[in-house]
């Protein structure tokens, strides 16, 4: 009972933490950029100024659906993100530029996280399903469950893998947006707000999937 209370309350802090990251950057999104650039513009910039070429900034439909693809080399930025002119667009925009950077200059955490994607992608087909029927067989079949537990923590290192790569790119937009002069020290301190709520929801994933993984070994360890 102690695991379901558990889950239930960092659940309820995910909830929480998207909660005050959709008003926080509604918030900024209100907040007109002086320099009057758009995401697309800020986007554009930021990968000229690191040297980088060879990425395209292209929108894509929905809301805080910005992810840089490093298959085919573009950075994705949302409808409101590439069009809007806003503090809340300007960190959006060189957060995904971060990315690419760190795609350009081989950053070792984003390579480690690359290298994992089909592994997490065959974890996330088959492991839910394997650690559901291994929970109901666990007396007869333990091994069933381990095998579930072990799939499992393919999600579970691939979301603690995320952080620092998540961490460096916000780092890197964010002494960006500074040294070169695009955004007033207010906007400055807006756009990290944004960057900072937009990383905690990476943080709660993470330890949601630690916890999740911790109670279903604690089954396969009491009962097998």
Not at 19 to 45: C, D, H, R, V, W
């Amino acid at each position: 009972m102690s695991g379901y209370i558990l889950i239930g309350l960092i659940s309820l802090v995910g909830v929480l933490v998207q909660g005050k990251l959709k008003s926080t950057f509604k918030k900024y999104a209100k907040i007109p950029m002086q320099n009057g650039m758009s995401g697309k513009e800020i986007a554009e910039k930021m990968l000229i100024d690191n040297g980088i070429y060879d990425v395209k900034v292209i929108s894509v439909r929905g809301r805080l659906t910005d992810h840089y693809n490093p298959s085919d080399k573009t950075v994705n930025l949302s409808e409101a993100v590439y069009n809007e002119r806003s503090v809340a667009a300007a960190a959006v925009a060189a957060h995904e530029c971060g990315h690419a950077i760190q795609h350009a200059i081989g950053y070792s955490w984003l390579q480690f996280r690359s290298k994992m994607v089909p592994t997490v992608q065959i974890s996330a087909k088959f492991a839910q399903f394997i650690l559901i029927a291994g929970i109901f067989t666990v007396n007869m079949f333990p091994q069933l469950l381990l095998v579930g537990i072990v799939l499992f923590f393919a999600t579970v290192l691939f979301s603690f893998v995320t952080l620092p790569v998540e961490y460096d790119a916000s780092n890197r937009a964010l002494a960006w947006l500074e040294n070169k002069q695009m955004v007033t020290e207010t906007e400055h301190e807006a756009a990290k707000d944004a960057l900072k709520w937009a990383a905690r929801t990476y943080v709660v994933a993470a330890l949601s999937s630690l916890v999740t993984l911790l109670y279903y070994l604690n089954i396969y360890m009491s009962r097998r």
